[in-house]
């Protein structure tokens, strides 16, 4: 940034993030006020998704570093790993909240703790018990949402689903193959999920479009059962069994509460959890999410909290010109070109943007026409 910024230095920069005299959380919880809002402009239904993030990181004195398993690499690394939350509607999406996950042997070590300027409130939680966090604080702030969303480490917490449950807050989340469900509310009447699915034939499943994306119609496959699940405190929910079967094979199992929904909705609803993939994606290639050279606590949340907010920007951007179909990263390039910069012939990099755009828009047209015939 200092490279290109004309008034800022790079020890500026890093000052400014490293800081805790300004309250990432309260920048945070503002980008969440203006998701909630720019959404809640449509009356299409909002999810709010919860998945986790690792970040790779060398050395033992960054907050919460741990050896731990990374999904962004797909095995166990040395690197950061933080919970978060975003908004999501139709194609748009937003993070909205970020918790860095403190391993179990950080709560009691006090030195690194003091070097990284952790708050002594902060202790161990698991990673169910962090979403349920984020949840109950978007509910407190007047985030709207109608509905939760999340994978199969959150869905075989059966604490959060009761939570959820009690709260009455919809919610739709995957689990895992070996997941045990029951019938009739009865111990003897019980099978993993994945062998109740191997005994259904092809007439057991009704195939769905799932949404609009730039390579055509996205459909699959779905199986819907009314089925219960004991939880740890030995409690009975009655839930609905989503299953989604893929074109390349691939089987998806779900769980939710939402039972007035028609199965078409339910599938639409559990395929939008993709988005969460994708904040991630746009968030570290465009917006430089794992870019930092930050070891403190405040420091790793306030250089999210301002990634969050740019963000925001792009969807805000990609909302009011949807029917020009503009990609993220050409709107990073045309936001960049607005600022003030040490780039002598800005007309360029118009040039260059456009030239990329079309070449997109052409591809998207190529697909449509391959889908027609």
């Given at each position: 940034?200092?490279?290109?910024?004309?008034?800022?230095?790079?020890?500026?920069?890093?000052?400014?993030?490293?800081?805790?005299?300004?309250?990432?959380?309260?920048?945070?919880?503002?980008?969440?006020?203006?998701?909630?809002?720019?959404?809640?402009?449509?009356?299409?239904?909002?999810?709010?998704?919860?998945?986790?993030?690792?970040?790779?990181?060398?050395?033992?004195?960054?907050?919460?570093?741990?050896?731990?398993?990374?999904?962004?690499?797909?095995?166990?690394?040395?690197?950061?790993?933080?919970?978060?939350?975003?908004?999501?509607?139709?194609?748009?999406?937003?993070?909205?909240?970020?918790?860095?996950?403190?391993?179990?042997?950080?709560?009691?070590?006090?030195?690194?703790?003091?070097?990284?300027?952790?708050?002594?409130?902060e202790k161990y939680?698991?990673?169910?018990?962090?979403?349920?966090?984020?949840?109950?604080?978007?509910?407190?702030?007047?985030?709207?949402?109608?509905?939760?969303?999340?994978?199969?480490?959150y869905g075989s917490?059966?604490?959060?689903?009761?939570?959820?449950?009690?709260?009455?807050?919809?919610?739709?989340?995957?689990?895992?193959?070996?997941?045990?469900?029951?019938?009739?509310?009865?111990?003897?009447?019980?099978?993993?999920?994945?062998?109740?699915?191997?005994?259904?034939?092809?007439?057991?499943?009704?195939?769905?479009?799932?949404?609009?994306?730039?390579?055509?119609?996205?459909?699959?496959?779905?199986?819907?059962?009314?089925?219960?699940?004991?939880?740890?405190?030995?409690?009975?929910?009655?839930?609905?069994?989503?299953?989604?079967?893929?074109?390349?094979?691939?089987?998806?199992?779900?769980?939710?509460?939402?039972?007035?929904?028609?199965?078409?909705?339910?599938?639409?609803?559990?395929?939008?959890?993709?988005?969460?993939?994708?904040?991630?994606?746009?968030?570290?290639?465009?917006?430089?999410?794992?870019?930092?050279?930050?070891?403190?606590?405040?420091?790793?949340?306030?250089?999210?909290?301002?990634?969050?907010?740019?963000?925001?920007?792009?969807?805000?951007?990609?909302?009011?010109?949807?029917?020009?179909?503009?990609?993220?990263?050409?709107?990073?390039?045309?936001?960049?070109?607005?600022?003030?910069?040490?780039?002598?012939?800005?007309?360029?990099?118009?040039?260059?943007?456009?030239?990329?755009?079309?070449?997109?828009?052409?591809?998207?047209?190529?697909?449509?026409?391959?889908?027609?015939?």
């Amino acid at each position: 940034m200092a490279d290109h910024l004309s008034t800022l230095s790079q020890q500026s920069i890093n000052h400014f993030v490293n800081s805790d005299l300004w309250s990432y959380r309260a920048l945070m919880d503002q980008v969440a006020l203006a998701s909630s809002d720019l959404f809640s402009m449509t009356n299409q239904p909002t999810a709010l998704l919860i998945d986790e993030v690792g970040f790779r990181k060398k050395g033992k004195m960054s907050a919460c570093v741990s050896r731990q398993y990374l999904g962004c690499i797909g095995k166990t690394d040395n690197g950061q790993i933080a919970v978060a939350a975003g908004l999501s509607q139709s194609e748009y999406y937003t993070p909205i909240d970020m918790r860095l996950f403190m391993p179990k042997e950080w709560e009691s070590d006090t030195v690194r703790r003091l070097r990284c300027n952790i708050p002594e409130k902060e202790k161990y939680q698991s990673k169910p018990e962090i979403a349920k966090k984020i949840i109950e604080h978007a509910v407190d702030k007047g985030i709207k949402f109608d509905y939760v969303n999340f994978d199969a480490l959150y869905g075989s917490a059966t604490c959060l689903l009761e939570y959820l449950v009690d709260r009455q807050l919809d919610f739709i989340g995957d689990i895992r193959s070996d997941q045990l469900i029951y019938f009739n509310s009865d111990l003897n009447e019980k099978c993993r999920v994945d062998k109740y699915i191997a005994n259904l034939s092809e007439v057991d499943f009704q195939k769905i479009n799932i949404r609009k994306s730039t390579k055509g119609t996205l459909s699959a496959k779905f199986h819907y059962a009314k089925i219960q699940i004991r939880t740890t405190n030995d409690r009975w929910l009655d839930l609905i069994l989503l299953v989604r079967k893929d074109a390349d094979g691939k089987t998806k199992y779900s769980l939710t509460n939402m039972e007035n929904d028609h199965i078409k909705e339910l599938a639409q609803k559990q395929g939008q959890r993709i988005f969460i993939e994708q904040i991630f994606k746009e968030g570290k290639n465009l917006v430089g999410m794992g870019d930092y050279q930050i070891r403190g606590w405040h420091g790793f949340h306030n250089h999210m909290a301002i990634c969050m907010m740019a963000m925001l920007l792009i969807t805000k951007i990609k909302l009011k010109n949807s029917k020009e179909k503009y990609t993220a990263d050409t709107i990073k390039k045309i936001v960049n070109l607005c600022i003030k910069t040490k780039i002598e012939e800005p007309q360029l990099a118009i040039n260059a943007i456009l030239k990329q755009h079309q070449r997109y828009v052409n591809q998207l047209l190529r697909n449509q026409k391959k889908q027609k015939t």
